[in-house]
């Protein structure tokens, strides 16, 4: 059995505990851990091919200016698969990533800025309109990397992304199951020539008992036809972990967290600093 099937079936890719008290705690804590931003976004109906070109022509080159200025480590575009169309939340996700502590949102004059280093004809209103023409933000969230193994995602491959909600007090259990168990398996198959990675991230902001999770892990795969055949759980267990089995495993995760949502992105387009 793949491990596609695993994952959904009863595994899916375990994420950090972080109740929200704790979650603060834990990335004030530890300040010079990774962070991300994500942005939710809707695209405006029969906009799409619009919005695809607003990205390559104005928000990469936009963001290739900032990254290299040193306001954020990475920018990644992802594009929604699975799901998709009215019944998906996001149709894209629009994250800037960190080597530390998020930066503030850019005022106005330092989009001005910005877009003037990166050799644009906008002003910061007009990007601002342009935007708003074409999609609509349905929610913004942070969060601090935990862990992760694996070379980094590039353009043209697939993500998987695991939301969870973790039960109050078990962080620490579930990090230890995480990295005892899926990480370990994880890297088996980098050794072994496996093409792929993952991280595991645990959710800064928004909090409270409301949130509808508070973790997440990210499957990443070079292209579709290595989403589709995923890692080979089933082959790699035994000699991984020959002391225990995947249903004893599944059955201690149970007891600490739960799935929200399993959502599957393509990316479109990645910026790195220099």
Not at 153 to 169: C, F, M
Not at 206 to 219: E, H, R
């Amino acid at each position: 059995m793949s491990v596609t099937r695993v994952r959904l079936l009863t595994f899916a890719a375990v994420s950090i505990a972080v109740g929200s008290a704790a979650s603060t705690t834990h990335a004030q804590g530890q300040s010079e851990q990774p962070t991300v931003r994500d942005y939710c976004i809707k695209v405006a109906p029969g906009k799409g091919a619009e919005f695809e070109a607003y990205l390559r022509d104005v928000a990469v080159p936009l963001a290739q200016s900032r990254a290299d200025s040193g306001e954020f480590n990475w920018f990644i575009v992802i594009r929604g698969v699975i799901p998709a169309g009215s019944s998906a939340r996001c149709d894209y996700r629009v994250a800037y990533g960190y080597r530390g502590l998020p930066a503030e949102e850019l005022s106005k004059e330092g989009v001005d800025a910005a877009l003037k280093r990166a050799k644009l004809a906008l002003t910061a209103d007009q990007l601002i309109a342009k935007r708003a023409s074409l999609t609509s933000l349905v929610g913004a969230e942070i969060w601090y990397q935990i862990d992760g193994i694996g070379p980094d995602v590039e353009k043209g491959g697939y993500l998987r992304l695991n939301h969870y909600k973790v039960q109050s007090g078990e962080m620490d259990e579930w990090v230890r199951l995480e990295k005892t168990y899926w990480k370990a398996l994880m890297d088996a198959w980098l050794k072994a020539g496996g093409k792929g990675g993952w991280g595991v991230y645990g959710l800064w902001m928004p909090g409270g008992g409301s949130t509808p999770y508070n973790g997440v892990t990210v499957d990443t795969f070079p292209d579709w036809n290595a989403l589709m055949r995923g890692v080979p759980a089933t082959e790699l267990w035994p000699k991984v972990h020959p002391n225990t089995t995947p249903t004893e495993t599944f059955t201690r995760l149970d007891k600490v967290r739960s799935i929200h949502d399993v959502e599957y992105y393509k990316v479109v387009e990645v910026v790195r600093g220099k």
